[in-house]
């Protein structure tokens, strides 16, 4: 089965905080893409980052670092220095390599940074 | 690069009429747009994958008749929900498949999203 569990389902902090929003991952597939996508108020999904499975590495970009983890099925998310601009949901996604193409959504994590 | 639009933004219909969506690839090919519907305060539910040339695929449950997708060109796909109802109330997401060369490492990238209202 193939599923992506964001257990946090709203996240309020306080601008210039860190956050971390956790995703979990379930696939039996070896090969598999994970992603996150940003939802701000205005509905658009602006892609994030796209991570395969065989690259463990983590990135930073910026404010933004992503922490993968295979041996915990974990695609963590992490905003350094978080600002009000970064109010929005994000999802964590999978396909899996028998998957056609079809991102499996997480649930979604409502992140609220207030002034 | 990789920019989706979708047309219109919002709209607004009597119940029983007919409604379009386009999708756009504006500086891609795309030969697999999805179509997803996302309730408020909701994840997003895949509808169908449309793909270029051919019938679309729908998600079980999703009635083809009602929601009607044309993948015409390489940049374009519609969805026409016929004879709306309030139930088919709902914000609407397109994504295009951006294919890397070569390889399976490809990303969809969404467009800003339709919301339909029906009275």
């Known amino acids: 089965a193939q599923k992506v569990t964001q257990a946090q389902t709203e996240i309020s902090v306080v601008e210039k905080e860190d956050v971390t929003l956790d995703c979990v991952y379930e696939?039996?597939?070896?090969?598999?893409?994970l992603f996150w996508y940003k939802q701000p108020p205005s509905g658009e999904l602006v892609f994030l980052i796209r991570?395969?499975?065989?690259?463990?590495q983590n990135e930073i970009s910026g404010r933004y670092s992503w922490n993968f983890q295979k041996s915990t099925s974990s695609f963590n998310f992490t905003i350094t220095a978080s600002q009000v601009v970064d109010s929005a949901v994000y999802f964590c996604a999978l396909i899996p390599d028998t998957g056609f193409q079809k991102l499996v959504f997480g649930t979604g994590t409502r992140l609220l940074v207030s002034p | 690069g990789a920019v989706v639009s979708q047309h219109p933004s919002r709209v607004i219909c009597k119940s029983g009429t007919s409604v379009k969506i386009e999708c756009r690839s504006l500086?891609?090919?795309?030969?697999?747009m999805f179509w997803y519907r996302q309730f408020p305060k909701q994840s997003l539910m895949l509808m169908a994958t449309?793909?270029?040339?051919?019938?679309?695929?729908?998600e079980q449950g999703v009635e083809k008749d009602k929601f009607l997708i044309n993948h015409a060109s390489l940049t374009l796909s519609t969805l026409t929900v016929t004879s709306a109802h309030p139930e088919d109330s709902s914000f609407y997401i397109c994504?295009?498949?951006?294919?890397?060369?070569?390889?399976?490492?490809?990303?969809?990238?969404f467009g800003p999203g339709t919301r339909l209202t029906v009275l």
């Open positions: 994504s295009a498949r951006d294919l890397v060369a070569g390889g399976f490492t490809d990303t969809q990238y």
């Open positions: 991570r395969n499975s065989f690259d463990e």
């Open positions: 449309s793909n270029e040339g051919s019938k679309a695929t729908y």
């Open positions: 500086d891609f090919q795309a030969t697999t």
């Open positions: 696939t039996r597939d070896t090969t598999y893409y």
